[in-house]
Structures are given as structure tokens and as C-alpha cells.
């Protein structure tokens, strides 16, 4: 019975073709299987070389994420220097503001008190004057009515005699 599985093993197709497969394998095999490992290989190179290559770029984006976060805390730094300075420029200026502002009122009321003062002063001279007037015409008309023609005469050459003594 033995013998006869074995024939009948012999006469088997499957059996040759599996014979035929294990002989493919046998000699296919370790090229098949080299092949195999080397495109694995190079897949692992490519990912590798991939991941290195998103490492790289990470890298620079962090360089770059902290130069603008520099950059950024940088511009903060400047900007409320310049609204400090700001700032004190305008506190500067309203000072500034206050004292000129301060000091044309003084120019002002110096220059109403002496339009004032002056304005008082032509007052009074044409208070004056018209005191002079009245007290003048007073004179006359008392002058006139005391005075005769002989002492109108010896007045007036006494006058004329002052004003040439004056004169030379």
C-alpha cells in the first residue's frame, strides 16, 4: 500500500506542481527575497530622508516662529517707547502751552492797563485844558472888569518886555 501511494503520489499533478513551486522558490527565492529587502530598504531610506526633511523644516519653523516672537515682543518694546514719548512730548508741549498762553494774557492786560493808563492820562490833560480854558476866561472876565486902560497899557508892556528878556 505503501508502494502504491507513492505511484500514485508520482502520478499526482499537484504533487509537481508543488514540486516545481519549492524548486521555483529554491532558486527565485533569495533573489525574490533580496529584491523585496532591497525596495523595503530603500522605502526606509526615502522615509527617513523624508522625516529628517519635516525635521529640518520644523526646525527652521521654530527658528523663525522665535526670531517673529523676538521681532513681535521687539515692536511692543518700541511701540510704548514711542507712546511714552509721546507722551511726554504732549505733556511738554500743553507746559509749554500753558506758559505762552500765560504769558500773552500778561502781554494782554500789561497792554489794556496801558491803554488805560493812557486813556486816563488824555483825561485828565483835557481836564485840564478845559480847567485852564474856564479858569482862563474866568481870569479874563474878572481881569476885564477891574482892569482900566492905563493898567491894561502897563501890563501889557510889561509882558511884552518879559518875553523879549526871554527870548535873547
Known amino acids: 500500500m505503501e508502494v502504491e501511494h507513492e505511484i500514485s503520489m508520482l502520478a499526482d499533478p499537484h504533487f509537481w506542481v508543488n514540486v516545481g513551486g519549492l524548486i521555483f522558490l529554491a532558486f527565485a527565492g533569495p533573489k525574490i527575497w533580496k529584491a523585496l529587502v532591497q525596495m523595503l530598504d530603500q522605502r526606509a531610506i526615502k522615509i527617513k530622508a523624508d522625516l529628517d ?39 511738554r508741549q500743553a507746559q509749554e502751552a500753558a506758559t505762552n498762553l500765560e504769558a500773552a494774557l500778561a ?4 497792554l489794556a492797563l496801558e491803554k488805560i493808563a493812557q486813556a486816563e492820562a488824555a483825561a485828565i490833560a483835557e481836564v485840564r485844558r ?26 501889557v508892556d510889561a ?8 527870548l535873547h
Open 107 to 110: 502781554r494782554r492786560e500789561k
Open 53 to 91: 526633511e519635516a525635521q529640518k523644516l520644523k526646525d527652521e519653523a521654530q527658528a523663525l516662529l522665535g526670531e517673529y516672537q523676538r521681532k513681535q515682543k521687539d515692536a511692543l518694546r518700541e511701540a510704548a517707547e514711542i507712546i511714552e514719548t509721546a507722551k511726554v512730548v504732549a505733556k
Open 159 to 166: 509882558a511884552i518886555k518879559e518875553v523879549d528878556q526871554r
Open 130 to 155: 478845559e480847567a485852564v480854558d474856564v479858569a482862563t476866561a474866568a481870569a479874563r472876565k474878572l481881569i476885564m472888569g477891574s482892569l482900566n486902560d492905563s493898567r491894561a497899557a502897563a501890563l
